[in-house]
């Protein structure tokens, strides 16, 4: 090996030897103790000089140990792929114990960001990585504390994930270190269904049962932040010596000062024609938001005025609000509407009901955007799909604008990521039957022709299957409950049982139906919240007998109730998600974010579902 290489490894080998060993206890904002290896962002000239050093490694036949200080250099430099390429190269057994931890948690810390936690346990269940972590001081013991969270949490465990970070908080010495740890814990409690939350609360007497304790009082005050901090100061009255009540999550330190308390609201809605039914339904929601709130505080209710846009321009809508006292205007429901107020200069906070998900040159001022669209819907699909390897999906929509909406918005954001979409098939509301809509894009046509081909010129007494296209890693069907039953058994049928289908919310009305709905066995689709037992804190009073689309409606205006009571005066406020009828609720910019839940139909009942874990039908 030359002189140069040597030299050059050498000094990287002591700047990574002193991180490992010298390593700062103090942990990061998502409550882990800092990974001593892994960057996310990259250093284009350290990823450059990585490189160079990993050329000459080749070239002079590397040790090991020098390969493993290479992919260090990569992981720090912020290339986790050829980090994790270079890792590979390293035969383990050639190590010694020292370099042998550095080697094993390199491992779990780049399975953990590839988010494959099958490998993470692998390497963490080594037995001797495990009897080498009898002798680990307390930072590293910290360390693996703070993995095993990380790996819960992508398992879907979130509850073990807690009960790790419980732990390493117990190691913790620094009040601004345990706090972010507990900043993790109650962002991981916020996604829990308020049924979780009061059964992990009525357990044994555990800090995890107290934390889910606090966690179900703050759930049953989303409509009301004013009376959060006497929330905080009655919980940690009567847990005088439980780690947050000595060191609270810092969303229990946010000035509720900062959130906007209109008294007055102003809602802007065409209430005739076409119209009529939809924004009635959306009212009815948010008026039902609006009763539980009363039901809740003898507090002087805000007032709201409802303006009629079918009878006058939404700009005439917004000034005479204005002139009126509002302090907050909700409206916008249609697209023209929408749109027009986005290009207004808006002067009171105001929701627009219709959503634009286009880039803005810049944010504009008191605009919060938030919509019943299923862009987010669709890339929460696109991100799981990524996660499970699949490059290449099929498309199956209705020919209706929210249905080519969907597919341009799952499509732009899969491509993005180098996907691939094999085809995509529209279809129309009068089709019947779908085997001949699907059998070109599955090419059981082309498999069918060929079978008669080889019949008529070679042998007519061949026995012959017909077979599907093998290039599909899975589908995605749009469409509601009474065209999508029909679709699956046909996709069945053509030879695609096997193949994973997802679904949006538009599949499930939230009502159980198993018979009908048995010929949806095995989708896995985003649920609305509202449509799952548990997870509200009270279930809403939409009409069983609506169709899915206005029942969704129901749940957006009682979101949006949910919504203007939380909404910040600046952009600091908000750090934790409102658990909201529609999704889990966060703000982006202008943006309303909505994270739905995941669920799968399981002879014919839709059943909560744990994506992280999920292993099949």
Partial sequence: MSKDLLKKLFSIGCIVACIGGCAPTATDRAGRVPEIYISTTEDVDAV?????????????????????????????????????????????????????????????????QRRDANEAIISLENPRFEQLQQTFDRFYQQRILSIRSDISELQGNSFDSIRYSIQLVSMLSSSSDIVNVHDKIWSQLAEQPYQKLISCSEGQQT???????????????????????????????????????????????????????????????????????????????????????????????????????????????YENAIIEGAELVIGGIRQSEAMTLREMRLVLPTIVLNQSFAEMSTQKDNLFQFGNSKHHEMLQIADHALSKGYKSVLLISPDKNWGKESVQAFSQYWLAKEGRIAET???????????????????????????????????????????????????????????????????????????????????????????LDRDLSNIT?????????????????????????????????????????????????????????????????????????????????????????????
């Fill in 48 to 112: 450059a000089e990585a490189e160079a050093l990993f050329s000459l490694s080749q070239e002079e036949v590397a040790t090991s140990e020098e390969l493993l200080d290479i992919a260090i250099l990569f992981a720090k430099s912020g290339n986790l792929e050829r980090s994790f390429n270079t890792l590979s190269l390293v035969v383990s057994n050639q190590l010694s114990d020292f370099r042998f931890v550095d080697y094993s948690i390199l491992k779990i810390e780049l399975a953990v």
């Fill in 207 to 317: 800090l995890l049962a107290d934390w889910c304790e606090l966690s179900a009082s703050v759930r049953n005050y989303q409509k009301n932040p004013d009376v959060m901090p006497a929330v905080l100061a009655n919980w940690r009255a009567n847990h005088l010596n439980h780690p947050a009540e000595k060191n609270p999550p810092s969303w229990f330190q946010t000035d509720t000062n900062n959130i906007l308390q209109a008294s007055k609201i102003a809602v802007l809605l065409p209430l005739q024609d076409q119209y009529e039914a939809p924004s009635k339904t959306f009212l009815d929601g948010f008026m039902q938001a609006y009763f539980d709130l009363l039901a809740q505080d003898d507090m002087a209710p805000p007032q709201v005025r409802i303006h009629d846009t079918s009878t006058v321009p939404i700009e005439q809508a």
């Fill in 425 to 515: 098939v529209y279809y129309n509301e009068t089709v019947k039957d779908f085997t001949e809509n699907l059998k070109p894009a599955l090419q059981v046509d082309l498999s069918e022709y060929r079978g008669l081909e080889i019949r008529r010129f070679i042998n007519s007494q061949v026995l012959f299957s017909s077979r599907r296209r093998q290039d599909i890693d899975f589908v995605v069907i749009l469409g509601y409950p009474i065209k999508a039953r029909q679709i699956k058994p046909s996709l069945d049928f053509l030879y695609a049982s096997d193949l994973p289908v997802y679904s949006i919310s538009n599949i499930y009305q939230g009502e159980a139906q198993p018979d």
């Fill in 525 to 617: 689709f985003t649920a609305m919240p509202w449509t799952l037992s548990g997870h509200l804190t009270d279930a809403m009073d939409s009409h069983p007998g609506m169709h899915t689309a206005y029942r969704q409606l129901y749940a957006m205006g009682y979101d949006t109730f949910l919504i203007h009571r939380n909404l910040p005066k600046s952009s600091t406020g908000l750090q934790v998600p409102l658990f909201g009828a529609t999704g889990l609720l966060s703000i982006d910019k202008e943006n309303i974010q909505r994270k739905a839940k995941w669920a799968r139909f399981k002879n014919g009942v839709a059943q909560p579902l744990n994506i992280k874990q999920e292993t099949g039908s």
